[in-house]
């Protein structure tokens, strides 16, 4: 079953900071909840700029991917962490419904259907693609037990 896209709508981000940890191919959850990465991440003191979201990025300039959360610009990134620097730009924000442990909402089929509708929408791709796990859209399943999770893919210029 392929997750259902329910929206697509614009979204302004401020320069931010992703910090986190850097992969060359998707990054691994698991041992994120195993070493309490992102307990650590919230420990700074520091609000993130989309709240308690916990995100999954890709830079299709340099193919690096990127598990972790964005902050203001120039927040320290405590030892042990990267960072990247992502400009303020508009991003096209997909909201997909699906059963998280299907797999139906991640990989490249959901992906392909969000970027022909930017296509269509008359917009080209910016350099980040970033999976936004917002609570409690994603952590709170629904009736038929499917979440929410937020695509968002950087708007070229």
Not at 62 to 70: C, E, K, P, R, V
Not at 120 to 138: N, Y
Request: net charge negative; aromatic share 10%; glycine share 12%.
């Amino acid at each position: 079953m392929a997750a259902e896209i329910m929206e697509m709508k614009m979204e302004a981000c401020p320069p931010a900071r992703l910090i986190g940890r850097r992969y060359d191919r998707p990054g691994d959850w698991g041992e994120w909840w195993a070493n309490g990465w992102f307990d650590a991440l919230e420990a700074l003191g520091v609000p993130p700029v989309y709240g308690d979201a916990y995100l999954s990025a890709q830079n299709a300039q340099d193919g690096s991917h990127w598990i972790g959360m964005l902050f203001p610009e120039g927040t320290q990134t405590p030892e042990g962490f990267a960072c990247a620097d992502i400009p303020a730009a508009d991003y096209a924000v997909f909201y997909l419904r699906g059963d998280e442990q299907s797999g139906e909402l991640f990989g490249e089929e959901p992906r392909r259907r969000c970027m022909a509708m930017l296509e269509q929408a008359g917009m080209k791709s910016g350099a980040w693609r970033i999976d936004r796990c917002s609570c409690p859209r994603f952590t709170t399943p629904d009736g038929q037990g499917r979440v929410i999770l937020d695509v968002l893919i950087m708007k070229e210029g």
